[in-house]
């Protein structure tokens, strides 16, 4: 699978995502614009854990 399938099924999926680099981690929903109020466009409760290490 390539990392674009792998996007898109996370998408379709409605999965969280971590993208880790070097120097940098994300964590989130792909296709999420914005969060009102603690809810992304879908409805759904926007949460995240970041892990310290």
Known sequence: M???DAMK???EMNE???IKG???EIV???GVDFV???KCPDGS???WK???R
């Open 2 to 4: 390539t990392l674009d």
């Open 28 to 30: 989130g929903l792909f």
């Open 45 to 47: 409760d926007y949460t």
């Open 22 to 24: 070097d120097a940098i």
């Open 36 to 38: 009102v109020e603690g």
């Open 50 to 52: 970041k892990r310290r």
């Open 9 to 11: 099924s996370a998408k």
């Open 16 to 18: 969280l995502v971590t």
